[in-house]
């Protein structure tokens, strides 16, 4: 697995295999999530992968009532909201994901702060198969 | 850090020009650029020769996507008569025409040219609503819009995160929508020329006629309020909290300083010119701060010396009601997690201390988003040369205006000071 490139390609195929990875730059150790082949800080391209334990909390979230072409084809509408957020993990990062288990027509009840756990949602099979990073309240 | 940037030389604004903004059947994007060119030569109030303009500079996101015809520089060059001088076309999302304009900027104060003209243009109305958010969903950031965000889901997101960071609340953001939806009607060119109340009892007319039960809005909040008049589209946001879909242009005739009073004796002087960049919500230094925007403030107030304060008024980008608080806080007008108090105590109305968005700004006026850049730009010539009629603002001393322009979901941020002397 060190094989494989930092990129946004390599971080979908862990995905599909249910990890959630990041890349650590060896010289000054900051932590990428999603991750990245050349560190912003230090500028050095000697990075190593790690594996996110997958909890964390909301930072944010919105409800969306009018989505994408791709989320009204999984039967999202405006009287069927979806959740997404931005979760602050445990390591310290920050990823985009799809908020499930909460109720989105009383967002009220869905709060900023609150733990929230890893699922891997996937879609299609073989070749076609992709996988969205989603959170569930912990 | 404030950045002591200097232009080569000083570049003037000599003339103006906005078309209509609006959702148009019989006109497309040559027929608004015309407009608004037409209306700017008319605006030069000594005369130009159109054929002394050396250059375009044109701003525009993605007509590509929204009209199936992309590479618009030539085209409109072509349209206005500048064929075969350069034709530059810009592209920074929704701030694509600040784009042009700084473009213009730096052309003419490398002193390479002497006079340039810059603008933006956009059509969007001729797609439906799912194809128009397909477009711009296009300018956010590839994780976000992997797992679903859509622009309004952005800004929600950026919404939840004030809330809970300062105390915020729904409420606060429809403070935002009937000040500016307020200033709209003495606007003739704007898209929504209403404020919240006249469109609350429109809605009551037609129920009305359709010999509906009758709602018991109290007021224009109680109206906000309701669903059925309000509904969500992505929660905190509502369809009250974002901008429309809008065709239009704007351009402005840029000279150098030293030829500026050729052309009239009220030029006003670029005295401050800012950009920065953004990233995601994965990366961003803050979710309730833009850094693009900081960045070209730093850059726009250390060259022109001045501070917030001086600032008497400005556009800011207001593609949704949260983000006009988020940017009066990031272009320190006030302090953060104060934008919000600002705008209930009144500080931002027309008649108030730091009026914003006397356009009516974007969810108002519209927001064709290559032609915004220059059209918060026009405003701002409208204003500080006394000439914007019934939403003048009632200040005698006018001396600095500005326009905060935000492109995606601040991938791209300018600000940017006009001075009349
Ligand atoms: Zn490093």
């Known amino acids: 697995m060190e094989e494989r490139n930092f990129s946004d390609i390599s971080y979908e195929q862990y995905l599909n295999e249910n990890k959630l990875m990041g890349s650590r730059c ?14 912003i800080k230090c500028y050095s391209s000697e990075m190593e992968w790690v594996e996110m334990k997958g909890d964390g909390k909301l930072s944010a979230f919105t409800c969306i009532a009018v989505g994408p072409p791709f989320m009204i084809d999984e039967g999202y509408d405006r ?27 009383k967002p009220d009840t869905i709060k900023v702060g609150m733990p929230v756990s890893v699922e891997f949602l996937h879609r299609g099979e073989g070749e076609e198969l992709m996988t969205y990073l989603a959170f569930k309240p912990a | 850090m404030l950045k002591k940037r200097k232009l080569g030389r000083g570049v003037a604004v000599v ?19 015309v407009e608004a060119f037409r209306e700017m030569l008319l605006s030069v109030d ?4 159109p054929n002394e303009i050396e250059a375009l500079y044109l701003g525009n996101f993605s007509n590509d996507f929204f009209m199936h015809q992309a590479h618009w520089a030539p085209i409109i060059s072509d349209l206005i008569g500048v064929t075969p001088k350069p034709a530059t076309r810009t592209e920074g999302a929704c701030a694509s025409s600040a784009l042009s304009f700084r473009e213009g900027v730096f052309a003419i104060a490398s002193g390479f040219y002497d006079m340039v003209l810059v603008g933006g243009v956009e059509e969007m109305s ?19 819009g992997k797992v679903g965000f859509t622009f309004p889901g952005v800004f929600g997101v950026i919404g939840t995160s004030y809330f809970a960071k300062y105390g915020a609340s729904r409420e606060h953001l429809m403070n935002v929508t009937i000040k500016s939806h307020n200033n709209a009607p003495l606007n003739p060119k704007a898209q929504i020329p209403y404020s919240v109340r006249d469109l609350m009892n429109a809605k009551i007319e037609r129920i009305k006629q359709k010999g509906r039960p009758l709602p018991q809005w109290k007021d224009e909040k109680d109206f906000l309020r309701d669903p059925s008049a309000n509904p969500v589209v992505a929660w905190p946001m509502n369809l009250y909290d974002c901008c429309p879909i809008s065709d239009g242009a704007s351009c402005m005739l840029l000279v150098a300083e030293d030829i500026a009073k050729n052309f ?50 400005a556009e800011v980008h207001d593609c949704f009601s949260i983000a006009e608080i988020i940017h009066t806080e990031d272009l320190g007008f006030f302090k953060p997690g104060e934008g919000y108090k600002a705008v209930e105590e009144g500080l931002t109305r027309l008649d108030g201390p730091k009026p914003i968005n006397t356009s009516g700004g974007l969810k108002s006026k519209g927001h064709p988003v290559g032609a915004t850049g220059t059209s918060q730009l026009f405003e701002v010539w409208k204003q500080l040369r006394n000439e914007a009629g019934k939403r003048q603002v009632p200040n005698k001393n006018l001396r600095f205006g500005a326009a905060h322009n935000l492109g995606g979901t601040g991938g791209t941020c300018t600000f940017t000071i006009l001075e009349r002397r």
């Open chain 2, 126 to 144: 001729k797609c439906s609503t799912a194809e128009v958010a397909e477009g711009l969903a296009l300018a956010t950031v590839p994780y976000e």
């Open chain 1, 79 to 105: 009287n069927h909201l979806y959740c997404v957020g931005v979760v602050e993990l445990d390591e310290g990062t920050r990823v985009d994901a799809r908020i499930e288990g909460v109720d989105t027509n």
């Open chain 2, 264 to 313: 009239t004796d009220k030029p006003l002087y670029v005295a401050g010119i800012g950009q920065g960049s953004g990233r995601g919500f994965h990366a961003a230094k803050s979710l309730t701060s833009f850094e693009a925007t900081i960045n070209a403030a730093e850059e726009a107030y250390g060259m022109s010396g001045l501070k917030p304060e001086d600032i008497q008024f």
């Open chain 2, 15 to 33: 003339g103006a020009g906005m078309s209509r903004f609006g959702m148009f059947k019989d006109m497309d994007s040559k027929d608004l650029f």
């Open chain 2, 46 to 49: 000594k005369g130009v020769d």
């Open chain 1, 26 to 39: 060896k010289k000054c150790g900051v932590l990428y999530t999603p991750p990245r082949a050349l560190c």
